[in-house]
Nanobody, 116 residues
Framework: QVQLVESGGGLAQAGGSLRLSCAAS????????MGWYRQAPEKQRELVAV???????NYADSVKGRFTISRDNAKNTVYLQMNSLKPEDTAVYYC??????????WGQGTQVTVSS
């Protein structure tokens, strides 16, 4: 079965950094599209960053220049490096995998809290 497990969330001060990890079992990241989403309290889930199977990346405007998505094929793990954190980055962050037939899998989420 497919399982995605996020880790690396926690508390950070504004201007600080965190690195989120998403380790997968039952699915190969390198042949699928991976993404990070986040959901703040009382807000809709939004796309933060995506890493396509072709190796391209895209970011939400709000995180461009601060966040970086990367993939380690050997470890079957996708990362989200978050720098220059802002309080508005506070949210639950979810790992997502989308297959070529658009079936999606989700992790359980990891909390990121940024204090001012």
């Amino acid at each position: 079965q497919v399982q995605l497990v996020e880790s690396g969330g926690g508390l950070a001060q504004a201007g600080g950094s965190l690195r989120l990890s998403c380790a997968a079992s039952g699915i190969i990241f390198s042949i699928n599209t991976m993404g990070w989403y986040r959901q703040a309290p009382e807000k809709q889930r939004e796309l933060v960053a995506v890493f396509t199977k072709g190796g391209s990346t895209n970011y939400a405007d709000s995180v461009k220049g601060r966040f970086t998505i990367s993939r380690d094929n050997a470890k079957n793990t996708v990362y989200l490096q978050m720098n220059s954190l802002k309080p508005e980055d506070t949210a639950v962050y979810y790992c997502n995998v989308r297959t070529v037939d658009y079936y999606e899998y989700w992790g359980q989420g990891t909390q990121v809290t940024v204090s001012s």
